[in-house]
């Protein structure tokens, strides 16, 4: 490559978000020079990724198979952060889940920063623009038809889970009904959903494939050391840096007019610190240079615990799961798409959520304005999936804690790129998490236990090292235990450069020109979606930001 090239745009990563951001550039003007420099390979005719059975996903050869630092909630143990490393990032390998959260989260944005461009009105025009929704009826102010990203549902698909009625069932028993017209990515997920995917009759949708970089210079296996920083004293707006290229790991330094960095929640901090943006003592601990101290980069770190338990059937052979000889499961469309066709959100009982809240705080809250008491909130998500075991003798639930309260930290290991940072999500640390993770479980005991079920499940699988199984009688002991042996992380990162504090409403790093973060590190609150919906409105946003700012000081 012409080292002596001075590009207009330097993508540092070439996932999501910066699959996005660089091709709806290229879009608006086909005269920019733009370079995407991605750590892993190109994946876009990978057959071995393409479909929900697929082996190759996480743990395969395009994750970048991080794990965290051992969580002092969890019994000490370490616990896997998968992440896409290809183009196109985490949809490579994720599972396709296709819900956007709560409106609350996206208006808290809005309000946390006072910029109504990232309140929920603000970023639905861009949820809709990167949608091609399978249905036209459905709340069409609330979805797009034209978009890149095709959507099917369990419906659209024709996947017909016996188990479907009897679930809608017991959910009514709690108390959960149906959403209209089965909809949870309408603003308010709380309730029954049809559970909605982003793939083309089951096939995976990479977004470097759906926004094609065809006109963008794409350097893939290549990692990015640092973004090259400069003093720029002549600026009239004080901002004494700027950013004025990249050095690769190989010490190839390439030069930018503006660098875009989009290496995801847990790459994005890293390079930053290695680029002398972080805080002060974390970078002198390395003998990094201090050029900014930001004491915010890597931290706010928050992600999505998930937690999973397996029941019994009283009747395998009746055919209700996927692994049973009923016919039906032999049909091509059940290997479309995951296996269940519900997607259930819902709140906590505030009684001991407000106790919670007081140990985390060490007063009681105000439950008519504490942010978490007051409103409605989309708490936890509940997957009953009809699978569990390769004899469709077992069904299985997943708990996810969608609205953590506790939040983590990335930091450096070494100042090596080639040395992954330390993560810590600090899963459960708080009260409240604790209280909303177990909640949880004690919500899917019930559904399991409901009338509705109680002629076709049989008790729950227990778990190794544990007597006894979870049911309506475990004790809060029993069921934290549990919890702290098992849960996860949904693979959701987010925070680690927040919004307000690590960039601004522009997504410009703070104190240094000409440098951006377009990924979910720039996520000032947590989503309670599944993050890709979030980052494709924020990358097609960001690209209409950027853009505009064309001509302007940068």
């Not at 086909?30 to 082996?55: F, M, Y």
């Not at 910029?115 to 102010?141: C, H, V």
């Not at 909809?183 to 094609?212: C, F, H, M, S, T």
């Not at 999500?425 to 177990?438: E, I, K």
Request: hydrophobic residues 40%.
């Amino acid at each position: 490559m012409d080292t002596s090239q001075v590009w207009d745009y330097i993508f540092v990563g070439g996932g999501l978000a910066g699959s996005v951001v660089a091709h709806r550039l290229h879009q608006f003007d086909p005269s920019l020079k733009i370079l995407v420099v991605e750590a892993g390979p190109d994946a876009n005719n990978r057959d071995d990724i393409a479909w929900v059975t697929s082996t190759n996903l996480i743990g395969g050869e395009f994750d970048w198979k991080d794990k965290s630092v051992s969580q002092s909630h969890l019994d000490g143990r370490k616990v896997n952060l998968p992440g896409g490393k290809a183009l196109g990032g985490g949809t490579v390998i994720n599972s396709g889940g296709w819900t956007r959260g709560h409106k609350f989260d996206y208006d808290l944005w809005g309000s946390l920063t006072n910029d109504p461009r990232w309140s929920y009105a603000g970023q639905l025009p861009f949820m809709r623009k990167t949608e091609k929704f399978w249905n036209d009826t459905i709340n069409p102010n609330q979805h797009g038809h034209d978009g890149p990203i095709s959507i099917q549902s369990a419906a659209s698909t024709n996947r017909k889970f016996p188990l479907r009625d009897y679930a809608l069932k017991a959910w009514a028993e709690l108390g959960i009904e149906a959403l209209p017209d089965m909809d949870a990515n309408a603003g308010n997920p709380l309730g029954v959903g049809e559970l909605q995917e982003n793939r083309i009759n089951g096939k995976r949708q990479i977004a470097a494939a759906a926004y094609p970089l065809d006109g963008v210079t794409v350097m893939t296996d290549t990692l990015v050391e640092k973004v090259l920083i400069e003093n720029a004293a002549s600026d009239e707006d004080g901002v004494g840096l700027a950013a004025v290229g990249i050095r690769l790991a190989n010490g190839t330094e390439l030069r930018g007019r503006e660098i875009i960095v989009a290496a995801g929640a847990v790459r994005t901090p890293q390079v930053l610190m290695l680029s002398g943006v972080g805080p002060e003592a974390e970078l002198r601990k390395f003998g990094i240079p201090v050029l900014v101290d930001n004491p915010d980069v890597g931290r706010n770190l928050a992600d999505h615990g998930l937690f999973f338990h397996a029941w019994k059937l009283k009747n395998p052979a009746a055919g209700w799961a996927i692994g049973s000889p009923n016919p039906l499961f032999k049909e091509p469309q059940y290997g479309w798409g995951a296996p269940f066709d519900l997607i259930v959100s819902s709140d906590i009982d505030k009684k001991g959520l407000a106790a919670a809240i007081a140990e985390d705080e060490g007063v009681a809250p105000d439950p008519s304005t504490h942010p978490l008491l007051a409103n409605e909130r989309t708490f936890v998500e509940h997957v009953f999936m009809y699978a569990g075991a390769a004899d469709g003798s077992l069904v299985s639930f997943g708990a996810v804690n969608m609205l953590s309260t506790a939040t983590g930290l990335v930091k450096l290991a070494s100042a090596n790129i080639n040395e992954a940072p330390l993560v810590d999500p600090n899963l459960l640390g708080t009260a409240v998490d604790r209280y909303v993770a177990r909640e949880a479980v004690r919500m899917q005991i019930k559904f399991a236990e409901s009338n509705a079920m109680s002629e076709i499940l049989d008790g729950e699988t227990g778990a190794p090292g544990f007597d006894g199984v979870l049911s309506t009688h475990s004790t809060d002991e029993y069921i934290d235990a549990r919890i702290r042996a098992r849960l996860g992380t949904c693979y959701h990162p987010m925070g680690t450069a927040a919004m307000g504090k690590v960039v601004d409403n522009n997504l410009k790093v703070k104190g240094v020109k000409h440098l951006r973060v377009v990924d979910a590190s720039i996520f000032p609150v947590v989503i309670t979606g599944h993050i890709q919906v979030a980052m494709y409105a924020l990358a097609e946003q960001a690209a209409e930001i950027i853009h505009a700012d064309r001509g302007t000081s940068a």
